[in-house]
């Protein structure tokens, strides 16, 4: 069977390795600090404690960016008692204002799916756009927040949410990142609510997704990490083929999400005019 269960000794090794890893890329590109886009949720939650204990406090700055009204109350509380219990320097900046400028420009009606989903993707670029504001202001490093469930579904923004310098808990599913913020003393009020992007009201993670988050991740467990198909991950688990080839199909179609764009090559067809694309290759 799949157990995705970390013991105490692993964790506290994960918590080492990734602060490490935080601190040694700052350093390496000679940063002054870091930038964390603090949500309230667990992931940004976690990664702000860990940016905090591999720089110092004072070297990092948490973006508090809430759209009044959508987002929940209770995150952005959360996030403000956070910063306060690690004393970490943050802004708080409201994006409705630059929301509402970009709509008044977008063709549609929020009642189409279609025009709220892509308003919703505006949100997340936004924050994306204040990130690297001060991470260029003060010569900071933009600390993502994406984990491995999310990257591997490409439940995120391309170039908003996922937008980032560097993804500390990339490798570790959701299910995973639980674990790791209540052992590294994440207020247990912030580990235990419902995951929300907080692209609309009453958003939730898995209910968009149709699968709780400890579903998806031993299916993808078995998917990615044992490389077993479709229908070794169905009988593995116990599960119906049907729900194993949705998810899959996640991680097919968000392929984009996890790849820089496509370089069309044409420097080797200059140097040799007898050259011929390899059109095979598609």
Same mark, same amino acid.
């Given at each position: 069977?799949?157990?995705?269960?970390?013991?105490?000794?692993?964790?506290?090794?994960?918590?080492?390795?990734?602060?490490?890893?935080?601190?040694?890329?700052?350093?390496?590109?000679?940063?002054?600090?870091?930038?964390?886009?603090?949500?309230?949720?667990?992931?940004?939650?976690?990664?702000?404690?860990?940016?905090?204990?591999?720089?110092?406090k004072?070297?990092?700055?948490?973006?508090?960016?809430p759209?009044?009204?959508?987002?929940?109350?209770?995150?952005?509380?959360?996030?403000?008692?956070?910063?306060?219990?690690?004393?970490?320097?943050?802004?708080?900046?409201p994006?409705?204002?630059?929301?509402?400028w970009f709509?008044?420009?977008?063709?549609?009606?929020?009642?189409?799916?279609?025009?709220?989903?892509?308003?919703?993707?505006?949100?997340p670029?936004?924050?994306?756009?204040?990130?690297?504001?001060?991470?260029?202001?003060?010569?900071r *490093?933009? +600390? #993502?927040?994406?984990?491995?469930? %999310? =990257?591997?579904?490409? @439940?995120?923004?391309?170039?908003?949410?996922?937008? &980032?310098?560097?993804y500390?808990?990339?490798?570790?599913?959701?299910?995973q990142?639980?674990?790791?913020?209540?052992?590294?003393?994440?207020?247990?009020?912030?580990?235990?609510?419902?995951?929300?992007?907080? *692209?609309? +009201? #009453?958003?939730?993670?898995?209910? %968009? =997704?149709?699968?709780? @988050?400890?579903?998806?991740?031993?299916?993808?467990? &078995?998917?990615?990490?044992?490389?077993?198909?479709?229908?070794?991950?169905?009988?593995?688990?116990?599960?119906?083929?049907?729900?194993?080839e949705?998810?899959?199909?996640?991680?097919?179609?968000?392929?984009?999400?996890?790849?820089?764009?496509?370089i069309?090559?044409?420097?080797r067809?200059?140097?040799?005019?007898?050259?011929?694309?390899?059109?095979?290759?598609?």
């Amino acid at each position: 069977m799949i157990d995705l269960e970390l013991r105490e000794k692993e964790l506290e090794e994960i918590r080492q390795v990734i602060t490490a890893s935080i601190r040694n890329r700052v350093e390496k590109v000679g940063l002054s600090g870091a930038v964390v886009a603090l949500s309230g949720g667990i992931d940004s939650s976690l990664v702000l404690k860990l940016t905090a204990e591999a720089l110092g406090k004072e070297r990092v700055l948490a973006l508090l960016m809430p759209e009044m009204g959508v987002t929940p109350d209770r995150d952005l509380q959360d996030a403000r008692n956070l910063v306060a219990m690690l004393g970490v320097p943050h802004r708080e900046i409201p994006i409705n204002d630059a929301v509402d400028w970009f709509a008044q420009f977008l063709p549609g009606s929020p009642e189409e799916g279609a025009f709220r989903m892509a308003l919703a993707n505006v949100k997340p670029r936004i924050r994306m756009i204040l990130n690297y504001f001060f991470a260029n202001l003060d010569g900071r *490093l933009v +600390v #993502g927040t994406s984990n491995k469930t %999310e =990257l591997l579904l490409g @439940y995120g923004t391309k170039y908003g949410d996922m937008a &980032a310098d560097i993804y500390p808990i990339g490798d570790l599913y959701k299910t995973q990142v639980w674990q790791l913020a209540e052992f590294v003393g994440i207020p247990t009020g912030i580990v235990r609510k419902a995951p929300t992007a907080g *692209l609309w +009201v #009453g958003q939730t993670d898995e209910a %968009e =997704l149709g699968y709780t @988050y400890a579903q998806i991740d031993r299916v993808l467990y &078995a998917l990615v990490d044992l490389e077993l198909s479709i229908r070794e991950t169905a009988a593995l688990l116990g599960v119906p083929v049907k729900a194993v080839e949705e998810i899959f199909h996640r991680v097919q179609t968000s392929e984009h999400k996890r790849k820089i764009p496509t370089i069309t090559r044409i420097s080797r067809m200059c140097l040799d005019k007898d050259w011929r694309y390899p059109v095979e290759r598609f």
